[in-house]
């Protein structure tokens, strides 16, 4: 599929975003998919980036940074949510391979996860201050990144549906509104990150 639109000259995406590997695969598994788009994107001047994601290669951030640290060339989306939530953490203890991560990254998915869980239930609740201002410290940095090289910037604000929306027991309604939270989270980006 990437070839096929990667080829077609009809087709101008501003960028591919990878669902890339298996967190089972090994390094090599792995290496020669990023090598594959690594040399796709070159071709056609169109950015590939391989997604923070749970069961993908770059599932957890100490994981990631072997392939930060290994290829040069590797293109990151931040969906920084899963690595707090395969850490368990806020990543305090990983602050070194976030910054090796961030100057990689060409897009962000904005959603905000926790130490046990991908998505807070809404940003907006007090109890999720310390997540939101976590992952806003990292994606102020990649603007920052990307503003001092004159670099576009993609980002999507992505808080899912059940079952990433929590839920109530029995059923299975969500404790908050989906639609609600992104609008939010637009307005707080654009707010932030627009002149």
């Known amino acids: 599929m990437i070839s096929a639109a990667a080829g077609n000259s009809s087709v101008k995406p501003l960028y591919i975003n990878c669902h890339s590997g298996k967190d089972y695969f090994s390094f090599e598994e792995n290496k020669a998919f990023i090598d594959y ?13 391989h ?9 957890a951030a100490s994981v990631a940074r072997q392939y930060i640290e290994q290829i040069p060339d590797l293109r990151i989306t931040l969906d920084a949510s899963h690595w707090c939530n395969v850490s368990e ?25 926790h130490a046990q869980g991908p998505q807070v239930s809404d940003p907006r609740a007090p109890e999720w201050a310390e997540a939101v201002e976590a992952h806003f410290a990292w994606w102020d940095k990649v603007v920052q ?41 637009m307005h707080l980006l654009r707010e932030r990150y627009t002149s």
């Open 37 to 49: 788009t690594t040399a796709l994107s070159k071709k056609t001047g169109i950015r590939i980036s």
């Open 51 to 59: 997604e923070t994601h749970r069961s993908r290669m770059l599932f």
């Open 89 to 113: 953490s806020l990543l305090q203890d990983q602050q070194s391979t976030m910054d090796l991560a961030l100057p990689r990254v060409d897009h962000v998915h904005a959603r905000i996860g």
């Open 145 to 185: 990144l990307k503003t001092a090289k004159g670099e576009p910037l993609t980002v999507l604000t992505e808080f899912g549906p059940p079952n990433y929306m929590p839920t109530l027991p029995y059923t299975r309604q969500p404790v908050a509104d989906q639609w609600a939270v992104n609008v939010h989270m």
